[in-house]
């Protein structure tokens, strides 16, 4: 399951503590900013977690999606926006608030192993795993360094960027929110009494940090931040923070808001269930409810709504549908914290994952040659300096490209392409044009994620309907999945009402320079 970071903190008390029980609470912090003036109407930017576009079109035909519904009808709906890579939330919405791919931002995945410290990073996953990583190691990972020490300090994130310009913005339950402003995030007692946390965390956020039970300013939210409510990390959090900005008359100019809820509901219940859509949908109708009338509510606002990767089906017979690396890789040692000298060290995104060759005197082909025989597997992919190669079990070929050549994409990128380019699936005109198919902006996508990180590993991309897993990995058989780079994951719908504007490219990573010149800050 694509775990969204907060979490980590209900497993913590669960793991610690033994109990769930409501947490003490944080204390509010007080709305007494001072907005700025903009000459442009303020944007508000909705990322609706594992929206698609088909089961969207299905609940708006049954007339379950009204609020959605109005937003298309009184503006525009692209339906076919390519994400990031691996196409796990970390990664995407690193991309989404810094403009550039995991290459330049530096958040491989939402599990990677880090090669100077020897160790796996995870931002929370199964219990199981999480476990095996250690707690406390998580806990630090998802709550303090994925923002500040994780996020490169190469890249500027829209906070950051409209703080430049002495521009105001607000993130509510968005995983990445590195900005300019310091903030002190609380932690309930419950859980800094275990050691796992310290009680205060200082960070860098917008003017404006919502973050559920560790930063919040409506003093009604605290019934939304129990622990059995993902402690604040949930839609009605999220929507009784954003109302309170409305009715405070205390909207930045740009504003994120993170709607989480649709994503475990569609990991067990599968890609085509709309009751996510529903409870989405219910979502946008109180944000717009803050308003007179929804008229007015999209006469003052720019809103922009946006899902952060698709899912694909996960077959029922789990023999079939799950892809075990240990067991194919099971004549390797593998990593482990209590064998951290293991040959092999598996990072599993649900439907890709990182293997980390970490003993010299194992070839990353070895192991190439060992996983293509699996014909479950979609690619293997690995680097050599600047030159990527892919493989797959249906070629006997490879493929080979790097940055800088002769072939030009719709993305005005050009690239040094040789070998079979049936592996990904896209085509070279006469001209020289590159065309993709079933994995879109594939190239600079999977260049994005083969220099995400130091170390010598490969990636391994499962087919539509299978699924990896390790040792210590939770399934989703017989629901979703997602983290491929195939275009069932990597394809969500962008709706936009209150601008003409669009994006130059129908991309993730194009939004940023988008929403900023919205905002007015180019």
Not at 43 to 59: G, H, T
Not at 112 to 137: A, L, Q, T, V
Not at 203 to 209: D, E, R, S, V
Request: hydrophobic letters at 40%; a negative charge.
């Amino acid at each position: 399951m694509k775990r969204i970071i907060l979490i980590v903190l209900v497993l913590i008390i669960v793991v610690g503590a033994g109990v769930v029980l409501a947490i003490s609470m944080s204390p509010t912090k007080e709305l007494n900013v001072t907005m700025n003036e903009s000459p442009n109407k303020p944007v508000i930017l909705i990322v609706i977690d594992s929206l698609m576009n088909e089961p969207l079109q299905k609940a708006i035909q049954e007339n379950k999606a009204p609020a959605l519904s109005f937003l298309i009808n009184n503006g525009y709906l692209e339906s076919e926006v390519i994400s990031s890579y691996p196409t796990m939330s970390v990664t995407i919405d690193s991309t989404l608030l810094t403009g550039t791919y995991a290459n330049e931002h530096k958040i491989p995945g939402l599990i990677w192993f880090k090669e100077d410290e020897n160790r796996m990073i995870s931002y929370g996953s199964g219990i199981s795993e999480m476990w095996h990583n250690g707690i406390k190691n998580v806990a630090y990972d998802s709550v303090i360094r994925l923002n500040n020490e994780h996020l490169s300090n190469n890249v500027q994130t829209m906070h950051e960027q409209l703080a430049t310009r002495d521009i105001q913005s607000a993130s509510i339950n968005g995983l990445l929110y590195r900005g300019s402003v310091e903030h002190h995030l609380h932690v309930p007692k419950l859980i800094s009494t275990t050691n796992l946390l310290p009680k205060e965390i200082i960070t860098n956020g917008p003017i404006l940090l919502s973050l559920g039970a560790l930063s919040q300013y409506n003093p009604e939210n605290d019934r939304h931040k129990f622990a059995w409510k993902r402690m604040g990390v949930n839609n009605d959090f999220t929507v009784a923070e954003l109302q309170y900005f409305i009715q405070q008359r205390q909207i930045p100019p740009f504003t994120l808001a993170y709607l989480p809820d649709a994503d475990a509901s569609i990991h067990k219940n599968g890609p085509s269930d709309i009751k996510a859509i529903e409870k989405a949908d219910q979502s946008i109708q109180e944000m717009l409810n803050s308003y007179p009338t929804w008229q007015e509510a999209i006469q003052q606002a720019t809103w922009i709504i946006v899902g952060d990767s698709g899912q694909s089906t996960v077959k029922d017979d789990k023999e079939t549908a799950l892809i075990d690396l240990t067991e194919l890789l099971q004549h390797y040692s593998f990593w482990e914290r209590k064998n951290s000298n293991g040959q092999i060290a598996i990072a599993i995104n649900e439907r890709m994952a990182y293997v980390y060759v970490n003993d010299k005197n194992v070839e990353l082909t070895e192991v190439v040659n060992t996983l293509i025989q699996d014909e479950r597997i979609d690619f293997i992919a690995w680097k050599d300096n600047e030159t990527n190669y892919v493989a797959s079990p249906e070629s006997t070929q490879t493929l080979t490209f790097s940055p800088n050549g002769p072939n030009v994409d719709a993305y005005n990128q050009s690239w040094s392409i040789d070998g079979d380019i049936t592996i990904l699936d896209f085509t070279i005109n006469d001209q020289g044009l590159v065309q993709y198919n079933n994995y879109p902006d594939a190239l600079a996508r999977l260049h994005g994620a083969l220099h995400s990180q130091e170390g010598n590993f490969l990636i391994v991309d499962a087919k539509p309907t299978y699924e990896f897993i390790g040792k210590h990995s939770h399934d989703h058989a017989g629901g979703g999945a997602h983290g491929s780079l195939h275009k069932v994951d990597s394809v969500v719908p962008l709706i936009v009402t209150g601008t003409d504007d669009k994006p130059t490219f129908n991309r993730l990573v194009d939004m940023k320079e988008w929403i900023i010149r919205l905002v007015g800050g180019s």
